[in-house]
């Protein structure tokens, strides 16, 4: 496997640390990839296939993506120097945070909101229902560091190198027909039973619920039906939580295989955290 990207965003629900156990076991001979939850595109920048297609329902993300796309790594970190200059952005400087908050909300200017990620509380992409980015700053933690910046340059010279196509729609109403047996879908939306910032309803873009779920199991039994290939990621148990859709799911299609990825314990001690992710049965969900 080739070194893999890392998304310059630090996005939550992201797959990169999985990544080395869902690839393997993705097809070898795609066509079109269709990411249908991009996210931070950890999946879809990663992924072998003559193009892909990244979706997500965050306009402003998909925006962004767009604008690493058409611009070059080298007027982008020039941007990107000017502004931290212009707005004095510091691991410090919440004014400065706040002025550049404030001057993306009026302006949507995309390179501006990778630069609120850079500095925000845990690089968090979150919007109210009036589409402003309200993350708060991110103090004595987050800035745009050689780390971030390694990834940028990483992911833009990756995109800029395969043929990607961009669209941000709900993913029920993404045009899905033209896709044929060559073709394969991922699917990693918002987990029912775990929490994302994105999941609530209350950000400007649609919430995760248990209708949208249904919708999601029925759109992928049709895709089956057609003989498109797919992968769903999800997590059928929390804690104490099952995922009863899910397993309702499974059942009637005994034809699709439950891969089980194994707990990531890379660079952190064993804690609260750790206590959870024994207690999560998170899986790959495969109609091939
Ligand atoms: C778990 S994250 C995807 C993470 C991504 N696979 C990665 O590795 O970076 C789920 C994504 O689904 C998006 N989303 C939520 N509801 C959606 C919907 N109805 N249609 C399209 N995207 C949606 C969220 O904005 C979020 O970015």
Same mark, same amino acid.
């Given at each position: 496997m080739s070194a893999l990207i890392k998304s310059p965003l630090n996005y939550t629900g992201g797959k990169s640390k999985i990544l080395p156990q869902i690839l393997p076991l993705f097809?070898?001979?795609?066509d079109t990839f269709v990411? +249908?939850?991009?996210?931070?595109?950890n999946v879809g920048i990663n992924v072998n296939a003559k193009q892909v297609v990244f979706n997500d329902n965050i306009k402003p993300l998909i925006d962004l993506y767009k604008t690493l796309q058409k611009n070059s790594v080298e007027k982008t970190l020039k941007y990107i120097e000017r502004k931290i200059i212009e707005f004095d +952005?510091?691991?410090?400087?919440v004014e400065g945070y706040h002025i550049l908050r404030q001057c993306y909300n009026e302006h949507n200017d995309p390179l501006l909101l990778f630069l609120l990620t850079a500095y925000s509380f845990n690089h968090q992409i979150r919007f109210n229902n009036a589409i402003q980015y309200n993350v708060p700053f991110g103090k004595h933690r987050s800035c745009f560091n050689d780390t971030m910046k390694n990834n940028l340059v990483a992911f833009m010279n990756k995109l800029h190198g395969i043929k990607a196509v961009f669209t941000a729609k709900n993913f029920d109403e993404l045009? +899905?027909?033209? +896709? =044929?047996? =060559?073709d394969f879908l991922y699917a990693d939306p918002p987990y029912l039973i775990t929490t994302g910032t994105?999941?609530?309803? =209350?950000?400007?873009f649609t919430g995760w619920n248990e209708t949208q779920e249904l919708m999601l199991l029925d759109l992928l039994d049709k895709l089956d039906r057609r003989g498109i290939r797919f992968a769903l990621s999800n997590v059928i148990k929390h804690k104490k939580t099952e995922n009863k859709f899910l397993l309702d799911w499974l059942k009637r299609n005994p034809n699709y295989c439950i891969h089980n990825i194994v707990k990531d314990y890379t660079?952190?001690?064993?804690?609260v955290k750790n206590k959870d992710k024994e207690d999560t049965q998170e899986v790959l969900i495969t109609n091939y």
């Open positions: 097809p070898v001979d795609i990411d +249908l939850f991009a996210g931070g595109a +952005l510091s691991e410090e400087n045009d +899905l027909d033209w +896709l =044929k047996d =060559k994105y999941n609530d309803g =209350k950000r400007g660079n952190s001690s064993y804690n």
